[in-house]
């Protein structure tokens, strides 16, 4: 996704679908789905998405491709994947920098132990992945409650494996602050640590505060104001990336979103026009 105009953007959710289907022309910039959500689906879901493909540029970000995971990639998925990114003229496809299956699905993201072993392990993974799909990819950075084993910090891991694997990194910046506060470190170092080079687009959510030193990533709140200052630095590091309102459930009003879209994209205006006049 490296046209300029290609900005802002919303995550495609069945639940939101009627509401999607009534936006305006230039409320959004692209929308972005899991591509296993949507592969094959026919009726109502299948007609709306052909709507709405027609009229936005689509991005996705796959969640069960287990790219850290013990058994070897599912190449029939790979393929299906493939066909459906082609289909669809998606320019920017991400996956998780994690593992979800282990003789089956887990349904959910479980975070790699931070070791050169795993660094080798999930790059190669990344860079096959990557030949399947003809394609770059771009891994995000998980939120993770407990990590199985530290023997590096999580930033010189995501470093070295965006590396070793040659790939780009969607920069989750809710994850950011969530680990920031429950592993204790600075989430704004984190983020001028990480290499400007590879991050290609961002994502923003809302999360839980269980207690001031337990974030909970929920993907079904609005974005909170830390998040939002966060977001704003991270665009000043980075740039005016592809971003991406990610809400998954607890749907507001459209307006809310919308609200929330408009102020993703005032923030990137306005680094965009500072970068322009530096």
């Known amino acids: 996704m490296t046209t300029s105009r290609l900005f802002t953007g919303l ?25 296993e959500n949507w592969i094959a689906v026919g009726g109502a879901y299948g007609r709306g998405l052909a709507q ?73 993974r990344i860079r096959q992945a990557q030949d399947h799909l003809q394609r770059r990819i771009a891994v995000e950075n998980i939120s993770y409650y407990a990590a199985p084993y530290q023997a590096m910090s999580e930033l010189d891991f995501i470093r070295a494996v965006l590396d070793e694997a040659d790939c780009d990194l969607l920069l989750d910046v809710n994850n950011v602050f969530v680990n920031a506060c429950n592993h204790a470190y600075d989430a704004q170092a984190f ?34 104001e830390d ?28 307006a809310e979103l919308l609200d929330e879209l408009a102020r993703m994209r005032a923030v990137q205006q306005e680094v965009a026009h500072a970068r322009s006049v530096a």
């Open 191 to 224: 983020l001028q640590g990480l290499p400007q080079a590879r991050v290609i687009g961002m994502h923003v959510a809302g999360h839980y505060d269980e207690a001031p030193d337990l974030k909970v990533d929920t993907h079904g709140a609005p974005v909170k």
């Open 11 to 35: 995550g495609l959710r069945r639940g939101l679908m009627p509401e999607l289907l009534t936006l305006e022309e230039g409320a959004v910039d692209f929308l972005e789905c899991a591509p």
């Open 227 to 254: 998040v939002w200052s966060l977001f704003a630095m991270a665009c000043k590091c980075f740039g005016a990336k592809p971003t991406v309102l990610e809400r998954d459930f607890n749907y507001p009003p459209l």
């Open 52 to 124: 709405l493909t027609e009229r936005f540029a689509l991005a996705c970000h796959g969640l069960s491709l287990s790219l850290g995971g013990s058994l070897p990639l599912d190449r029939s998925f790979l393929d299906q994947t493939r066909d459906f990114l082609d289909r669809y003229q998606v320019r920017l496809y991400s996956e998780h920098l994690s593992y979800c299956s282990d003789d089956g699905h887990l349904y959910d993201l479980l975070p790699m132990p931070f070791t050169e072993e795993a660094v080798h392990h999930v790059a190669a």
